[in-house]
């Protein structure tokens, strides 16, 4: 998002004011025009979307049993099952030791398997079983379109959109490092 300083430019003496070091006589500084509000920051608004996406998922998650992280993990191996660990937390941009915990829950409550790759007993490789297969028939319920109050078409517009924001702040990223 633009910084609001731009708005504070121009000439004459009140942007000779605004150029001096406020700092001095113990003066503070005015206050922008406009000052950014929280509500401003595009990155808020999706943090507080995705906490929103959290509770209106809660009610059909709860009689799962299932926390989100759970979920999204139960979803990836559906799309791809027998991932590593380091693929699964690639989809799911979680590191090994945020997704190993997850993991073992789910393993403990029946619906995947860890298992070190014979190939590769370096890597583990992580399975559904039957258990976390039917998962998905009781979870199809949650189809959360409708509370968005998007049409379809608007809904699958936005969910692209913000893909693509996500892969272009990872790749904006990427290239500073």
Not at 38 to 62: T, V
Request: aromatic residues 6%; glycine residues 8%.
């Amino acid at each position: 998002m633009r910084s609001n300083d731009s708005s504070r430019s121009g000439s004459g003496a009140g942007s000779r004011e605004n150029s001096r070091d406020s700092s001095r006589g113990g003066q503070k500084p005015k206050p922008a025009a406009r000052e950014r509000r929280l509500g401003d920051f595009l990155c808020f608004a999706i943090y507080s979307a995705n906490l929103a996406f959290g509770r209106a998922y809660k009610k059909g998650l709860d009689e799962l049993g299932l926390t989100y992280p759970q979920w999204i993990a139960i979803v990836a191996l559906w799309e791809q099952d027998g991932q590593t660990v380091s693929e699964l937390g690639e989809k799911m941009f979680l590191e090994s030791n945020t997704l190993t915990p997850i993991l073992k829950k789910l393993e403990q409550m029946g619906y995947l398997r860890r298992q070190r790759d014979p190939a590769d007993e370096r890597q583990v490789r992580i399975s559904l079983t039957d258990s976390g297969r039917r998962l998905r028939e009781k979870g199809m319920h949650m189809d959360l379109v409708s509370s968005t109050g998007l049409k379809p078409d608007e809904f699958a517009r936005l969910q692209q959109t913000v893909v693509t924001l996500r892969d272009n702040l990872i790749k904006a990223t990427a290239e500073e490092a």
